[in-house]
């Protein structure tokens, strides 16, 4: 993510004005397509612990999200549907 830069919402790669596509590695991990965030998006603590596993489609937040805490127990999870927050969430 280091190498991308994020205008209106969309990512490009530094100092370019094309529409990044391509995999993203290192603590947050996954794929952009034409800008935007597309499938399961993962995130890691610094401990190499699994932060948050989230999905993505078309750039917005669907189906289910879950966060954790540094030590590996779920802190939270839910679902969203095009972006929104949907149904009960458990804390």
């Known amino acids: 993510m280091d190498e991308l830069v994020k205008r209106d ?13 391509g995999g993203v590695t290192g603590k947050e991990q996954g794929w952009i397509k034409g800008g935007k965030k597309e499938g399961e998006w993962v995130r890691y603590w610094s401990n190499g612990q699994l932060m948050s596993k989230v999905n993505f489609k078309n750039g917005k937040e669907e189906g289910e999200w879950v966060i954790y805490y540094s030590n ?11 972006g929104v927050m949907e149904g009960e969430w458990d804390d």
């Open 9 to 21: 919402g969309l990512y490009y790669g530094k100092d370019s004005k094309i529409l990044f596509t």
């Open 72 to 82: 590996g127990q779920v802190r939270q999870k839910g679902n969203y549907k095009n």
